[in-house]
């Protein structure tokens, strides 16, 4: 089993729709959960990171983490084409390394 | 700040042949860190360094060499070039380990 599994997608929605990206983790330990955004042929750029469980809003984005379920989500509300890239989840124990996610693909409408 | 640059942007090898990806921040950040991405696979670390002179392995470092002599660079060196190694290869640094990593472009690496 992966430590952090991601549906690959790719996921293609209408613009002005609420978005939601999903990760599961199987190691409880995990403390920090992050979202890297990756526009194609660039490198990831950290869009959110959280401690522990809750929510955390920035903006039209909202990550979600529910340690109970080992979920994490990322809402996007009113997307819009310019969020058209790849959205990669990480988690991170303490002072190890970060494990990320495969990556899911999202592409936003006109 | 220019953050984190990588030379070259693309490069192709032939099997056999070695190279090194060049990675340099001016954040003055202690800790480097060298992935691969490939398709469908999520982001691989390599090595890593803790603050100049200091390296580790990742998760996947058999290939592969680096050195840290300076703060501010932290080369990758691949020694005969594998099909295998075709791949697209990021660095990053961070101030706190692992925590809001800053990543370069990337080199796109093709070996035939």
Known sequence: ?110 | NAGVTQTPKFRILKIGQSMTLQCTQDMNHNYMYWYRQDPGMGLKLIYYSVGAGITDKGEVPNGYNVSRSTTEDFPLRLELAAPSQTSVYFCASSYQPSREQFFGPGTRLTVL
């Open chain 1, 1 to 110: 089993q992966k430590e952090v599994e991601q549906d690959p997608g790719p996921l293609s929605v209408p613009e002005g729709a609420i978005v939601s990206l999903n990760c599961t983790y199987s190691n409880s330990a995990f403390q920090y959960f992050m979202w890297y955004r990756q526009y194609s042929r660039k490198g990831p750029e950290l869009l959110m990171y959280t401690y522990s469980s809750g929510n955390k809003e920035d903006g039209r984005f909202t990550a979600q983490v529910d340690k109970s379920s080992k979920y994490i989500s990322l809402f996007i509300r009113d997307s819009q084409p310019s969020d058209s890239a790849t959205y990669l989840c990480a988690t991170l124990f303490g002072n190890e390394k970060l494990t990320f996610g495969t990556g899911t693909r999202l592409t936003i409408i006109p």
